[in-house]
């Protein structure tokens, strides 16, 4: 299994631009988490998605961050307009059930400038 | 809320050493699950170990191993033998039994001393 894939590796962007970072879980995972993790806060989770529908978004901290997952293989978390403050690794993770461990990808540092 | 604290930002151990790392939670739940995730530099988290809040034994995984306490809400990690490759941040978290949400700790640096 190739796990699960995060493109792209590193973004570097001026602020105001969109940003839109890419998720491809593991096949048969029905749980899709997007994370963001900062050296002040640690890993927060933004939001998570059960058979491609959004459950649980409160952790999304503004309007300007969006995520949808169009189908089973692919989500994507976008900021627009992006702001300095956005710069920070940002992890996606899918799981077979909530009762399973979460398979993380390698991440995408995200830096704005 | 549930919440995880981890209040050693840094440690180090020397080679072939035991290290302990300190995890503390706060939650109004009996069932939960208990994971330390790590993260080496090359940034991809990698699960080491898991609990279920209601099995009373210790998790163990080669050299990794867990003191479970429940009734003081805490997790700690240990690593025996440590090598150099075990340098990494490590992160505490939890999961509650119902639902979906993760709550992670702020990490802890580990630091291998050869």
């Known amino acids: 299994d190739a796990g699960v894939i995060q493109s792209p590796r590193h973004e570097v962007t001026e602020m105001g631009q969109e940003v839109t970072l890419r998720c491809k879980p593991i096949s048969g995972h029905d749980y899709l988490f997007w994370y963001r993790q900062t050296m002040m806060r640690g890993l927060e989770l933004l939001i998570y998605?059960?058979?491609?529908?959004?459950?649980?978004d409160s952790g999304m901290p503004e309007d300007r961050f969006s995520a949808k997952m169009p189908n089973a293989s692919f989500s994507t978390l976008k900021i627009q307009p992006s702001e300095p403050r956005d710069s920070a690794v940002y992890f996606c993770?899918?799981?077979?059930?909530?009762?399973?461990?979460?398979?993380f990808g390698d991440g995408t540092r995200l830096s704005i400038l | 809320a549930q919440t995880v604290t981890q209040s050693q930002p840094e440690m180090s151990v020397q080679e072939a050493e035991t290290v302990t790392l300190s995890c503390t939670y706060d939650?109004?739940?009996?069932?939960?699950?208990l994971f330390w995730y790590k993260q080496p530099p090359s940034r991809q988290m990698i699960l080491v170990i898991r609990q279920e809040a209601y099995k009373q034994q210790n998790a163990t995984e080669n050299r990794f191993s867990v003191n479970f306490q429940k009734a003081a809400k805490s997790f700690s990690l240990k690593i025996s033998d440590s090598q150099l490759g075990d340098a990494a941040m490590y992160f505490c978290a939890y999961r509650s039994a119902t639902g979906n949400q993760f709550y992670f700790g702020t990490g802890t640096s580990l630091t291998v001393i050869p």
């Open positions: 939650t109004s739940e009996s069932d939960y699950y």
């Open positions: 998605f059960n058979n491609n529908v959004p459950i649980d």
């Open positions: 993770a899918s799981t077979y059930t909530y009762r399973q461990p979460q398979h």
